[in-house]
T-cell receptor
């Protein structure tokens, strides 16, 4: 099956700093999503972005499907951004089998 | 709009006991799935369904059964619980169409002693 690798595994930022999280995948995909798991365990869908660029407030994401990677940008980070960020993807033709990476744990400090 | 609802939130079982984790969604989504989350391993797909009466196995299906008799409900059954099934379980659903965003329930923390 598809391999999904995320980097860095851990990240500590001061409030107000910017960051870039990376997701590499091993095969051609037609489904790429980013999720945030807050400290209470809730998983929130941030982006569905199989290709191109999207922005939602301080967050934006870019997927370059031909080069098999996606980036999540967090600008002007806040303590509420803390948690674990997961990317997940599915090989073209297998949209039902979304595979998750192991996540990037982000801690934003004052 | 409740979204995806999971019950119970916490459960402790003894080895060999059976139980059913409930999942319901009110978004009329055809696709539903179950994931388990273990420390350091992300989320792994257990079973999924693309519509009522249709189910299929994911990455880690052993020890779990599912059925899909209605669009709204997708229960996960543990027939004989084992300590290796201690985990956090998430149910998810999504629409089919232009956006395939996956929506998760709040999770069930299961401990098998």
């Amino acid at each position: 099956g598809i391999q999904v690798e995320q980097s860095p595994p851990d990240l500590i930022l001061q409030e107000g700093a910017n960051s870039t999280l990376r997701c590499n995948f091993s095969d051609s995909v037609n489904n790429l999503q980013w999720f945030h798991q807050n400290p209470w365990g809730q998983l929130i869908n941030l982006f569905y972005i199989p290709s191109g660029t999207k922005q939602n407030g301080r967050l934006s994401a870019t997927t370059v499907a031909t080069e098999r990677y996606s980036l999540l940008y967090i600008s002007s980070s806040q303590t509420t951004d803390s948690g674990v960020y997961f990317c997940a993807s599915a090989i073209t033709g297998t949209a039902s089998k979304l595979t998750f990476g192991t996540g990037t744990r982000l801690q934003v400090t004052l | 709009n409740a979204g995806v609802t999971q019950t119970p939130k916490f459960q402790v079982l003894k080895t060999g006991q059976s139980m059913t984790l409930q999942c319901a969604q009110d978004m009329n989504h055809e696709y539903m799935s179950w994931y388990r989350q273990d420390p350091g391993m992300g989320l792994r797909l257990i079973h999924y369904s693309v519509g009522a009466g249709i189910t299929d196995q994911g990455e880690v299906p052993n020890g779990y059964n599912v059925s899909r008799s209605t669009t709204e409900d997708f229960p996960l059954r543990l027939l004989s619980a084992a300590p290796s099934q201690t985990s956090v379980y998430f149910c998810a659903s999504r629409s089919t169409g232009l956006s395939e965003k996956l929506f998760f329930g709040s999770g069930t923390q299961l401990s098998v002693l």
